[in-house]
């Protein structure tokens, strides 16, 4: 079983940045994939951006059309942490964002953290 547990959200203003990190209660080496999703008010859960690992020892990230280069996935394995480096937030950003990794059959979601973008 893997526990993730995700920071560093908050209240930001428009054009801001904020790093969110998810730490790992195991090795995230055994995770096939994992990213971030989010989830406005009143709206769907939806994907932000994710790591899927590759053939090889790598992984492919995948980004929502929405973010547009502002956002960047990555992963520490030393730390066991993977973060979403968010800049030039918006407004619409706001929402609670999820990390999720997936190891084998299962799926794992941390317990969210709020982020807030004022005008």
């Known amino acids: 079983q893997v526990q993730l547990v995700e920071s560093g959200g908050g209240l930001v203003q428009s054009g801001g940045s904020l790093r969110l990190s998810c730490a790992a209660s195991g090795s995230i080496g055994s995770i096939s994939a994992m990213g971030w999703y989010r989830q406005a008010p009143g709206k769907q859960r939806e994907l932000v951006a994710e790591?899927?690992?590759?053939?090889?020892?790598?992984?492919?990230?995948n980004y929502a059309g929405f973010t547009k280069g502002r956002f960047t996935i990555s992963r520490d394995n030393a730390k066991n942490t993977f973060y979403l480096q968010m800049n030039s937030l918006k407004p619409e950003d706001t929402g609670v964002y999820y990390c999720?990794?997936?190891?084998?059959?299962?799926?794992?979601w941390g317990q969210g953290t709020q982020v807030t973008v004022s005008p």
């Open positions: 790591l899927v690992a590759d053939t090889g020892s790598g992984a492919a990230a």
């Open positions: 999720y990794g997936n190891r084998g059959i299962y799926t794992y």
